[in-house]
Structures are given as C-alpha cells and as structure tokens.
T-cell receptor
Framework: RKEVEQDPGPFNVPEGATVAFNCTYS??????FFWYRQDCRKEPKLLMS???SGNEDGRFTAQLNRASQYISLLIRDSKLSDSATYLC???????????FGKGTKLSVKP | EAGVTQFPSHSVIEKGQTVTLRCDPI?????LYWYRRVMGKEIKFLLH????????ESGMPNNRFLAERTGGTYSTLKVQPAELEDSGVYFC???????????????FGPGTRLLVL
C-alpha cells in the first residue's frame, strides 16, 4: 500500500466551482499534515497546515480524520490561478520528513 | 527574507561523471532536507540535517550519494559516479525548529534538474 493515496485527476472545473480533494495516508504515527500546491515545473509551496479540528484559510478548508487516516481539501469559488497539482503531505513521525504522494491535478477553466 | 536557493538549476552530465548540487537554506533554519523526484514518481525524502549533523539519511539510495553541510549553513549533494537512474529533480527544503523540538513548515527551493545521459 502506498504511504499517501490521492486521486490523480485531472479535475477539470469551471471558474467559480467548488472542488474537493481527498487523501488517505498509511503512517499512523504522523502527527502533522499539510497541503502543498505545485505548479508545473516548480517547487512545492505550502498551501496550508491541516489540524484535527479542521481549519479554513479564505476559500480553502482542510479537514483531518485521524481515525480513518483521511485528509480533505475543499476549494470554493475556484480561480484560474488555482490550477496546479495539490499534494497531501503527512509528516513522518517526529523527524519532520515529508511523505509525498503523486498529488491531484486541478485545472480551472474560464 | 530570501528563500531557499539551489544551484545549478539544470545539469546535464554523462553516465560515470560526478555532479555536485548546492543548497542554501533560509537564514536561521537549522533543518535542511534533500528530496528527489524521478520522472513519473512522487517526491521522495533523501536525508535531513540538523545544523551540520545528519539526523536521518535513510532515504539515500546508495553510497554513490554523499551529502555534507559543513558549518551548518549551505549543503552539497554529490553524486559520484552518476547513473542513468539518478536523473530527476532534486529539491532542497529548510525549516526552523520550533517549540518542543517540533520542526516547522518546510520551504522548498526551486530544485535542480539533473539529466544523466
């Protein structure tokens, strides 16, 4: 089983749409979780941290379910600039090493 | 505040040659990480420095890879001799150490694209 499983997409949505991404992780020792976004041929950039209580940052909402080892990201009112690959990233134990999956590709169309 | 920088941005070498990649972390970040993505695969952890010490090098593929961080500032990753399967994008990331020893957010450099022919 892969350490991080994400639907690779692509998700093709119109501007203004709401889109949700899901992710499952296998390392039950992970304590911290992040969503990164990666534009084509660029480095990953932090989008937001994910907390057990759920957290929101503008149009983005992240949720964590530790019991199910499941993480989600909701993007409301999609913008063209949201087009990117979204990476669900648990942290391995206390060492801080990030565990990456292949990510989910989002394409927002006019 | 300057971000993580990496040099070179691209490198094309022949199999058997040596290549050295450099990473300059964000000033004040004790933690420095190397990651790699080979084509079609996910980004994978290579190793982690805390200041000048190797905290975890469990992701290093084999002994052809040597990482150093003398003085606890910039780091180098040397591949000697390079093989075809070493081609990929090598990312460096850095982070502070926060309260209770927790590592904080990792910031990535732009990566070095290595092609071994």
């Amino acid at each position: 089983r892969k350490e991080v499983e994400q639907d690779p997409g692509p998700f093709n949505v119109p501007e203004g749409a709401t889109v949700a991404f899901n992710c499952t992780y296998s390392n039950s020792a992970s304590q911290s979780f992040f969503w990164y976004r990666q534009d084509c041929r660029k480095e990953p950039k932090l989008l937001m941290s994910v907390y057990s209580s759920g957290n929101e940052d503008g149009r983005f909402t992240a949720q964590l379910n530790r019991a199910s080892q499941y993480i989600s990201l909701l993007i409301r009112d999609s913008k063209l600039s949201d087009s990117a690959t979204y990476l669900c990233v648990p942290v391995r134990g206390s060492q801080g090493n990030l565990i990456f999956g292949k990510g989910t590709k989002l394409s927002v169309k006019p | 505040e300057a971000g993580v920088t990496q040099f070179p941005s691209h490198s094309v070498i022949e199999k058997g040659q040596t290549v050295t990649l450099r990473c300059d972390p964000i000033s004040g970040h004790d933690n420095l990480y190397w990651y790699r993505r080979v084509m079609g695969k996910e980004i994978k952890f290579l190793l982690h420095f805390v200041k000048e010490s190797k905290q975890d090098e469990s992701g290093m593929p084999n002994n052809r890879f040597l990482a150093e961080r003398t003085g606890g500032t910039y780091s180098t990753l040397k591949v000697q001799p390079a093989e075809l399967e070493d081609s990929g994008v090598y990312f460096c990331a850095s982070s502070r150490t926060g309260g209770a020893g927790l590592r904080e957010t990792q910031y990535f450099g732009p990566g070095t694209r290595l092609l071994v022919l």
